[in-house]
């Protein structure tokens, strides 16, 4: 599927030094606009030879911290500071970043479970088929920023997920600690499918990511945890000289082993959780409660966690459904 050209095309040239800035072009025929193209922003700052670093934020539009984060980092990064090339993608779904939605408004997509993309498909295929095939086969390590969005909230974690090649355990877990997030988190093998993570190890590209807060809001706290990390990845990878050493505190790294982890809504109702984020629970402990405003004199329903562990997130709306997840999980990683 890669081996078919994208349609997707953009006035960057990856190979000239200096700082560019413009837009990856998606053909976009509707009504308003019959030979019109979606601007999905692009930044490309290189200096000389040397490794590769890909930022993308806004995979998914209600995550702001890292759209805040790169659009700052575009402005203040000078080509002067770098060995090799930084390519930035603020708002990697641009129909979803800018409906400030999780998923696109135009074809319902999640871009991080498509991966690799359809050069023929819907505006969400074909993005994840250019920056897989165009971008991530051009990059050496990549940083893919997240925050819990609209629906969840994230104790500051860097995040990626196990992978059975050691070698590659080894740097992602480097790049981690260097990000210096408060957390580091690996989610368990089989998470999800399609994402950006698994379109970078096809490519073997060391990749991590982040999960920043939430509740789509933007921090003092993340962002400031956000922008620091970005420098501290991209001192890491070698594409920032300076060796000027950024504060960093203590991190805790944590996995979810498996989905005893999460811990889900099983009724339709209103969710008082007893946990926040951070606290120490324990299998058997009570989560919280589900509460039925709708049907007077319904007793409330209990919800119990299934395992020991940190409350890494936590839902925000009240309001839930049968399988919606409250609560997830980790345990410290000693593998």
């Known amino acids: 599927m890669l081996k078919r050209p994208s349609k997707l095309y953009t006035t960057i040239d990856f190979e000239k030094n200096g700082k560019q800035t413009g837009y990856i072009r998606l053909p976009h025929s509707v009504h308003r606009s019959a030979y019109g193209w979606l601007p999905i922003p692009i930044a490309c700052i290189k200096n000389g030879s040397g490794v590769t670093a890909l930022l993308i934020s806004g995979t998914h539009g209600d995550e702001y911290e890292g759209q805040v984060a ?8 000078k080509p002067v500071e770098i060995q090799g090339r930084v ?9 979803a970043a800018k409906a400030g939605l999780r998923t696109s408004p135009i074809d319902e997509q999640n871009l991080n479970r498509i991966y690799p993309g ?9 993005i994840a088929h250019y920056i897989e095939s165009e971008l991530f086969s051009i990059a050496d390590y990549s940083l893919d920023l997240h925050s819990g969005g609209s629906s969840l909230h994230y104790v500051p974690s860097a995040v990626s997920a196990v992978v059975e090649d050691k070698e590659q355990m080894k740097k992602m877990k480097e790049l981690m600690k260097a990000f210096a997030a408060p957390y580091s988190f690996f989610f368990p093998s089989g998470h999800a499918d399609g994402t950006t993570n698994q379109a ?9 990511g982040t999960e920043l807060g939430g509740s789509g809001t933007v921090s ?15 001192q890491a990878c070698g594409v920032i000289q300076d060796k000027t050493q950024i504060p960093a505190g203590k991190n805790r790294m944590l996995h979810a082993p498996d989905f005893s982890y999460y811990c889900y809504a099983m009724e339709e109702g209103v969710f008082e959780p007893v946990k926040g984020l951070g606290d120490e629970v324990m299998k058997g402990e009570v989560a919280g409660y589900t509460h039925f405003p709708e ?8 919800l119990y966690f299934e395992a020991d562990g940190v ?11 049968r399988g919606d997840c409250v609560f997830q999980l980790g345990c410290d990683f000693r593998i």
């Open 295 to 302: 049907t007077p004199g319904k007793p409330s329903e209990p």
């Open 70 to 77: 790169l659009s700052k980092l575009i402005n203040q990064l």
């Open 311 to 321: 409350v890494v997130c936590k839902r925000i709306p009240a309001r839930v459904i």
């Open 118 to 126: 359809d050069p023929d498909g819907s505006p969400s295929f074909m």
């Open 87 to 95: 390519i930035i993608v603020p708002m990697a779904n641009f129909p």
């Open 200 to 208: 970078a190890s096809r490519n073997n590209v060391v990749s991590i």
């Open 220 to 234: 003092p706290e993340c962002l400031q945890i956000c922008e620091r990390g970005i420098k501290r990845f991209l």
